[in-house]
T-cell receptor
């Protein structure tokens, strides 16, 4: 299947700092990427849809000024958690859409970034 | 809003037995239904998917069935093995966007 990478794989930071997470589609171009958050033993919660060349679309309850998303190219989307607090500690996972003419669209996930805010 | 319900939340089976996980979705415009397997601390991996123009799809020990009228779809794993132990998520998508709505997950434990 298609490969999606994320960097960093884990990060520990102090409360109040900002953290940037990168999501890359390695062998395909993705006009649409998604950012999810997953708390322990819970499902994936969609945070926002990242669209190349336009503003991200945020889900209800997700603060766009706190979770800044930039889809700078067809292979890169970044999520910046601004002024992180302990309650932002979570597993952040991105995904990218691979569109194939005969198979339709399939969503492939990155390996995730574990964020711990002290 | 859109919703996907998944049952059971936990499932324990003996090795070699079958496991069935069921999902119900609310958005009648959904037309794509993937299933993901997630091992602890790792990314979700697509294991099988089905589109609304078919009722059943099989890949070796894994099968998925879809009932669009009832808005139900199910994952069937036969001859379960310990390495099948993981959390399984269903999702519904394709209603005019690429956005997926995920179920709450099923923790499957296969007992050796």
């Amino acid at each position: 299947g298609a490969v999606v990478s994320q960097h960093p794989s884990w990060v520990i930071c102090k409360s109040g700092t900002s953290v940037k997470i990168e999501c890359r589609s390695l062998d395909f171009q993705a006009t649409t990427m998604f950012w999810y958050r997953q708390f322990p033993k819970q499902s994936l919660m969609l945070m926002a849809t990242s669209n190349e060349g336009s503003k991200a679309t945020y889900e209800q309850g997700v603060e766009k000024d706190k979770f800044l998303i930039n889809h700078a190219s067809l292979t890169l989307s970044t999520l910046t958690v601004t002024s992180a607090h302990p309650e932002d500690s979570s597993f952040y996972i991105c995904s990218a859409i691979l569109a194939q003419r005969e198979l339709g669209e399939t969503q492939y996930f990155g390996p995730g970034t574990r964020l711990l805010v002290l | 809003g859109e919703n996907v319900e998944q049952h059971p939340s936990t499932l324990s089976v003996q090795e070699g037995d079958s496991a069935v996980i069921k999902c119900t979705y609310s958005d009648s415009a959904s037309n794509y239904f993937p299933w993901y397997k997630q091992e602890l601390g790792k990314r979700p991996q697509l294991i099988i998917d089905i589109r609304s123009n078919v009722g059943e799809k099989k890949d070796q020990r894994i099968a998925v069935t879809l009932n669009k009228t009832a808005k139900h779809f199910s994952l069937h794993i036969t001859e379960t093995q310990p390495e099948d132990s993981a959390v399984y998520f269903c999702a519904a998508g394709g209603s005019g966007t690429y956005k997926y709505i995920f179920g709450t997950g099923t923790r499957l434990k296969v007992l050796a």
